[in-house]
């Protein structure tokens, strides 16, 4: 089993839905916590960085944490299609493993 | 420069063949991480350079893969007598500090024949 399970999707939306992306972790040790918008044939672009537990709100993207439940969430209200990527969740230990763990990613497709 | 670039941005490689993947990380940034990214999945991580000390490189998966940072800026990922299952897309990232918070170039999309 992998250290972070991410549903592959796809996930089809109409344009102006919110969007839910979430991601499990079984390594409790996790504290600092990614959200990675990956375009096509592009390297993956920095959304939203979260330390332990607690929400961050950034326009129209929110970012959960739960770390009792190791379970992280992203939000995307008024989704455009311009928001269409696959979304990499991430996340690390901080000091001493510094490397992210990925999940495998969420294709999103907002539809016009 | 203004982002983490790298070079080349495509590269087709002969079975057996050693290749060279540049990364150039944004100015004043200590961290430098390399990683893989296969078709359809997340990035693994590779390997960890605090300026110019390899600090992790607990993810290379054989010794035909070796990296380098000998000045503490540029990067150079070497692979050695290539294989298919190479393939894959090489992503440079660097962060200013120790935070794992890490900004990614576009990466080099590597095919072996």
């Known amino acids: 089993q992998k250290e972070v399970e991410q549903d592959p999707g796809p996930l089809s939306v109409p344009e102006g839905a919110i969007v839910s992306l979430n991601c499990t972790y079984s390594?409790?040790?996790?504290?600092?916590f990614m959200w990675y918008r990956q375009y096509s044939r592009k390297g993956p672009e920095l959304l939203m960085y979260t330390y332990s537990s607690g929400n961050k709100e950034d326009g129209r993207f929110t970012a959960q944490v739960d770390k009792s439940s190791k379970y992280i969430s992203l939000f995307i209200r008024d989704s455009q299609p311009s928001d269409s990527a696959t979304y990499l969740c991430?996340?690390?230990?901080?000091?001493?493993?510094?490397?992210?763990?990925f999940g495998s990613g969420t294709r999103l497709q907002v539809q016009p | 420069g203004a982002g983490v670039s790298q070079s080349p941005r495509y590269k087709v490689a002969k079975r057996g063949q050693d290749v060279a993947l540049r990364c150039d990380p944004i100015s004043g940034h200590v961290s430098l991480f390399w990683y893989q990214q296969a078709l359809g999945q997340g990035p693994e991580f590779l390997t960890y350079?605090?300026?110019?000390?390899?600090?992790?490189k607990s993810g290379l998966p054989s010794d035909r893969f070796f990296a380098e940072r000998p000045e503490g800026s540029v990067s150079t990922l070497k692979i050695q007598r290539t294989q298919q299952e190479d393939s894959a897309v090489y992503l440079c990232?660097?962060?200013?500090?120790?935070?794992?918070?890490?900004?990614f170039g576009q990466g080099t999309r590597l095919t072996v024949v």
């Open positions: 991430a996340m690390s230990a901080g000091a001493g493993r510094r490397a992210l763990t």
């Open positions: 990232a660097s962060s200013l500090g120790g935070e794992p918070l890490a900004f």
């Open positions: 390594n409790s040790a996790f504290q600092y």
């Open positions: 350079f605090q300026n110019e000390a390899q600090l992790d």
